[in-house]
């Protein structure tokens, strides 16, 4: 059985480290400690990861954030998909960093990237996993931080992120939603809510189009 898993980002090397591509460099770290090599195709970069009888498609889109449903869409039907074998893996303001939220449906949450997906599979019904990048930033200020690096410490935290992430697509595929959920939404006991929550008004980020 097939999954389609995709990770949320903008290409090129300026926006490589940047908080709005956590979903872009958890796909590198799954697929580098799976020993995957991602492929340019239509689309995005492509890679393949197998466990138990199942394949991950890895899928970083090349059309930019706000375009991403057009990328989904096409490897969607291109692997003959239903809604239930996509996974899709943002950034979220609303959870400090480090924190993981995996869930079956609902809205974009003001994410430009979830909404454009939502919109071009004419559906809102598929898994997405959101990855926190915390909000701390001043006033008008939301923009500069979304595109900002993350710290060094952060960028170390990846991989640990990324075989988190994994494990709870696996379980996904194998015993389901609930389960998977059960055990990959538990807080790490370090972590602690962002104080300036005023400014995580909306999930993901609201920018421009790129």
């Keep these: 059985m097939d999954y389609l898993v995709v990770g949320l980002g903008n290409i090129g090397p300026e926006y490589a480290r ?3 591509n956590m979903g872009f460099m958890v796909l590198d770290a ?3 400690a799976s020993n995957a090599l991602f492929k340019t195709d239509r689309y995005g970069d492509v890679a393949e990861v197998s466990w138990k009888g199942r394949w991950f498609v890895l899928l970083k889109p090349s059309t930019y954030m706000n375009l991403s449903g057009n990328a989904v869409r096409y490897w969607m039907q291109k692997l003959n998909l239903p809604l239930e074998n996509l996974i899709v893996i943002s950034d979220d303001l ?3 960093f480090g924190a993981i939220r995996m869930r079956g449906g609902g809205s974009s949450g003001g994410h430009n ?3 454009d997906i939502t919109e071009k599979l004419e559906s809102d019904a598929w898994t997405r996993i959101r990855l926190g990048i915390g909000n701390e930033f001043s006033r008008g200020a939301q ?3 979304v595109l900002g690096d993350l710290s060094p410490e952060e960028l170390e935290q990846i991989p640990a992120l990324a075989a988190r992430v994994a494990q709870g697509i696996k379980d996904y595929s194998a015993v389901g939603l609930q389960r998977a959920m059960s055990a990959l939404n538990v807080r790490p006991k370090t972590q602690k809510e962002p104080e300036n929550t005023q400014n ?3 999930s993901g980020s609201e920018l421009p189009e790129m």
Excluded: F
Aim: glycine share 6%.
């Design 18 to 20: 940047t908080r709005h």
């Design 113 to 115: 990237g979830l909404e």
């Design 143 to 145: 923009i500069d931080y």
């Design 200 to 202: 995580a008004e909306k």
């Design 94 to 96: 609303n959870l400090p």
């Design 30 to 32: 799954w697929a580098q």
